[in-house]
């Protein structure tokens, strides 16, 4: 797998991660939205720069101009609830981008620290020669973005895989890699120290649906 740091390098993206963070911040939801929209489109540029392109003549008021624009057909796909406001970021600008929506939940049948994965839910287009850019804000255990990432390729094989995600643990990191193709592409923003007892992330910043969409039952 090959794996982009991309908070490595100081840029305006660091900002963003650290008001997501921030506890204080943190309590205007519509903000912390927005934050995570932007932290969308800014990891959408750099994946931007590893996508084929064709050339293009635009014709001006004035004249021709000779360009580029993307070649390939990307497919656009987030992990519910957590994922929209991610995925509003990528399609903001890979707008011509088709769209997918799955679902994929901890279920604890027994009440306690033990839980697996359900995929309960998914509505996305034909994947097939394409690249699919699968989202979710959050890498903790990687057994969901497993779980998935299995249930959308039995719709058949993409051209390339693209997995961004804003925080991540190692522990996750170490699962993807196990258990996912060489070939995939692996974008984190953030990178942090481990998982604790209840597998979340620390220091993390919370559970992202719920600072974006209130508390569920």
């Not at 804000?137 to 997995?163: W, Y």
């Amino acid at each position: 797998m090959k794996i982009h740091y991309l908070s490595e390098k100081n840029s305006v993206l660091n900002h963003f991660l650290g008001q997501i963070r921030n506890v204080t911040v943190q309590k205007d939801s519509m903000r912390f939205r927005r934050n995570i929209e932007r932290i969308g489109e800014i990891m959408a540029y750099e994946i931007s720069q590893t996508l084929s392109y064709k050339s293009v003549a635009i014709t001006t008021p004035l004249g021709v101009k000779e360009t580029t624009e993307i070649a390939d057909q990307l497919v656009l796909c987030s992990v519910l609830r957590a994922g929209l406001n991610l995925h509003q970021g990528f399609l903001n600008y890979f707008d011509n981008a088709e769209n997918g929506f799955i679902s994929a939940y901890r279920h604890h049948p027994n009440n306690d620290h033990y839980f697996d994965i359900l995929v309960e839910y998914e509505a996305i287009t034909d994947i097939v020669n394409k690249n699919l850019l699968l989202v979710d804000p959050m890498l903790a255990t990687g057994q969901s973005l497993v779980a998935v990432f299995n249930k959308l390729i039995d719709r058949g094989k993409p051209k390339e895989i693209h997995i961004a995600v804003i925080i991540a643990a190692p522990e996750g990191v170490a699962y993807l890699e196990q258990n996912l193709p060489d070939s995939c592409h692996l974008w984190i923003a953030s990178l942090d120290d481990k998982l604790n007892d209840k597998n979340y992330i620390v220091p993390g910043l919370g559970d992202a649906g719920d600072l974006s969409y209130g508390t569920k039952l």
